[in-house]
């Protein structure tokens, strides 16, 4: 090996490192480790580029070493820092994660799908079928936040409407039908109320525990879809209805009424009615107005019209229904319960058998197919 070429390259090599990060005596124990290895393998056959080749195997020795001294200084540290023994205090950042991945950099609904995919661990069809839009569409929208986000620092977390859109949809998604989703959107959403002051936050807390208070009651015995109107409100939880109230009222108290709050005083309507006969629709219709208003959402606009059907009779209901987009999920379901309470059935008897076809789970879907036999049936008497 020619000693001339290697002392000649040797300060290059250490500049290179340098330059690179290492400190000054890391980076010569790094050049000397490389030299080593020169010795071995260089009389074999000089490399092309011999300062390149000396750059990458210094600062692979580097790295090496440096790896080394973080496993080592970890270890001493786990040594100093372990507890006393008994029961260790968990640590909980899935909040936190929550809001890094709702990045500046990205749009709202950017930001919602990607910490649904990589935080909430709902799938890209769950989250399509969330936003009513097709899977391939949604798919695209998470692989274009994941590349926006790839190259930028998570300093910046992102704000609390976003983090409270996520969390929301999460409940939806488990109160579909994955009860210990539900119950971890209310978890994150009891430690987020418990965090900042703000009455959007209340308002999904009592909206999510309203509805959640439900949940005993929603499914028959065999697993089958229970509607509300028919279910057994002895078995709703009477505390976690309490404590929605008392969240919500305290929320509308402060007189900056939000989306979230206007749900949870319609969840609140139909929790506070003794009977399904009871229940105050016309202030029911009134809250879904200033939802609309708030929002413009075409799901509310579907809620609504089923809304206005029991306040106001089933032909406005099919008004107010007429004025929507009939691809909406659901829309053929509504418009099957309105047409059955017009005195329809034929019509209502097609609609529940389109609307089963379209439903997005198995117990909505053989719901709705039973509604379908049941009225077929009536008709052939």
């Known amino acids: ?24 005596a890391a980076a010569e124990d790094a050049v000397q480790e490389a030299l080593i290895e020169a010795v071995r393998v260089w009389p074999s056959g000089l490399p092309r580029d011999p300062k390149g080749w000396l750059v990458t195997v210094a600062w692979r ?26 029961p260790a205090p968990g ?26 995919r990589a935080v909430g661990g709902l799938t890209t069809r769950q989250i399509a079928r969330a936003y009513l839009v097709p899977e391939a569409t949604m798919a695209q929208r998470i692989s274009r936040a994941k590349r926006t986000v790839s190259g930028v620092r998570f300093d910046q977390p992102g704000d609390v409407a976003t983090v409270l859109r996520v969390l929301y949809l999460v409940f939806n998604e488990g109160y579909s039908g994955d009860v210990d989703l539900a119950a971890e ?7 987020l109320a418990a965090a900042i002051d703000h ?18 009651s929603r499914t028959g015995p065999d697993g089958s879809l229970v509607p509300l109107a028919e279910q057994d409100r002895s078995r709703w939880d009477t ?56 929002t413009d959402s075409p799901v509310v ?6 809304a206005v059907g029991e306040a106001d009779g089933p032909r406005a209901g099919l008004a107010a229904l007429a004025a929507l987009d009939d691809s909406l999920p659901r829309y053929a379901a509504v418009a099957a319960y309105l047409h059955e309470r017009d005195g329809d059935p034929e019509t209502a008897a097609r609609l529940y058998a389109e609307a089963a076809h379209k439903a997005s789970n198995l117990a909505e879907r053989d719901y709705l197919t039973r509604q379908a036999a049941r009225l077929n049936a009536g008709r052939r008497r």
């Not at 950042?93 to 709702?102: E, H, M, P, R, V």
């Not at 999904?204 to 509805?211: D, G, I, R, V, Y």
């Not at 402060?254 to 309507?269: K, P, S, T, V």
């Not at 606009?301 to 089923?306: K, P």
């Open 301 to 306: 606009r579907l809620n609504r019209a089923v």
């Open 91 to 116: 640590a909980d950042d899935t909040l936190q994660l929550y809001f890094l991945c709702a990045h500046p950099s990205l749009t709202p609904s950017s930001a919602v799908a990607l910490t649904l």
């Open 185 to 191: 959107a209310i978890r994150l959403t009891r430690q």
């Open 1 to 24: 090996m020619d000693e001339a070429l290697v002392r000649s390259l040797t300060p290059g090599v250490l500049t290179v490192l340098v330059r690179r990060g290492a400190d000054f």
């Open 239 to 294: 505390r976690m209805i309490a404590e929605g109230v008392g969240i919500l009222q305290a929320a509308l108290a402060r007189d900056r009424l939000g989306e979230f709050q206007a749900q949870a005083a319609i969840a609140a309507l139909h929790a506070d009615a003794p009977t399904a006969g009871e229940t105050d629709w016309v202030q029911i219709v009134e809250w879904y107005d200033e939802l609309t208003r708030l």
């Open 199 to 216: 009455p959007e936050v209340a308002g999904l807390l009592a909206l999510m525990l309203l509805h959640h208070a439900r949940r005993a």
């Open 61 to 86: 020795k580097f790295l090496d070493q440096a790896r080394a001294d973080s496993a080592r200084r970890r270890r001493e540290d786990f040594v100093e820092e372990e507890p006393p023994p008994g």
